[in-house]
T-cell receptor
Framework: KNEVEQSPQNLTAQEGEFITINCSYS?????LHWLQQHPGGGIVSLFM???GKKKHGRLIATINIQEKHSSLHITASHPRDSAVYIC??????????FGKGTLLTVNP | DTGVSQDPRHKITKRGQNVTFRCDPI?????LYWYRQTLGQGPEFLTY????????KSRLLSDRFSAERPKGSFSTLEIQRTEQGDSAMYLC????????????FGDGTRLSIL
């Protein structure tokens, strides 16, 4: 069993839909990261959180430390949101352990 | 903040050849990480530096792999006697050396072994 599990693996939505991507982890962490990866490789950090909830524009990330679970929500999805979304957890030495990613496709 | 720069972006080479990749992190980010990503998978940790000191290496990093960060600024990752299984995207990331900081990633070097 991987230390970081994401679901779903693939997600197709229509423009405007509310999207949720889930992440569960099995190890102790100091922080959880949500990352976005576009075709071609570039990875962008969206959120880093260790408790509660963070919001940036149409993106919201939540974490429940007791349940070892985090969610990434996208409101009013848009085709430009199409990308791979990766959950990663950081331990005491800050190296990241990654999930396999969720491929999101938003159709116009 | 000029971002993390990786060179080359793509490398195609024959099996058995040596390759070297370079990463230029954001200046004053004293933590530097190397990750490897194969198709359809999330990245996997290879090694990390605090300034010039290599503090941890993954078991994925066989004897054919070596990484350096000689002056605590840019870093190089060398793979000797490449094998087909080395084909992957090699990603560099950096962060400030404080508790829990976001990591900034380069665009990666895609290695293809023929």
């Amino acid at each position: 069993k991987n230390e970081v599990e994401q679901s779903p693996q693939n997600l197709t939505a229509q423009e405007g839909e509310f999207i949720t991507i889930n992440c569960s982890y099995s190890v102790g962490i100091s922080a959880l990261h949500w990352l976005q990866q576009h075709p071609g490789g570039g990875i962008v950090s969206l959120f880093m959180l260790s408790s509660g909830k963070k919001k940036h524009g149409r993106l919201i990330a939540t974490i429940n430390i007791q349940e070892k679970h985090s969610s990434l929500h996208i409101t009013a999805s848009h085709p430009r949101d199409s990308a791979v979304y990766i959950c990663a957890v950081g331990g005491s030495n800050y190296k990241l352990t990654f999930g396999k990613g969720t491929l999101l496709t938003v159709n116009p | 903040d000029t971002g993390v720069s990786q060179d080359p972006r793509h490398k195609i080479t024959k099996r058995g050849q040596n390759v070297t990749f370079r990463c230029d992190p954001i200046s004053e980010h004293n933590r530097l990480y190397w990750y490897r990503q194969t198709l359809g998978q999330g990245p996997e940790f290879l090694t990390y530096f605090q300034n010039e000191a290599q503090l941890e290496k993954s078991r994925l990093l066989s004897d054919r792999f070596s990484a350096e960060r000689p002056k605590g600024s840019f870093s190089t990752l060398e793979i000797q006697r490449t094998e087909q299984g080395d084909s992957a995207m090699y990603l560099c990331a950096c962060s400030r050396g404080l508790s829990n900081q976001p990591q900034h990633f380069g665009d990666g070097t895609r290695l293809s072994i023929l």
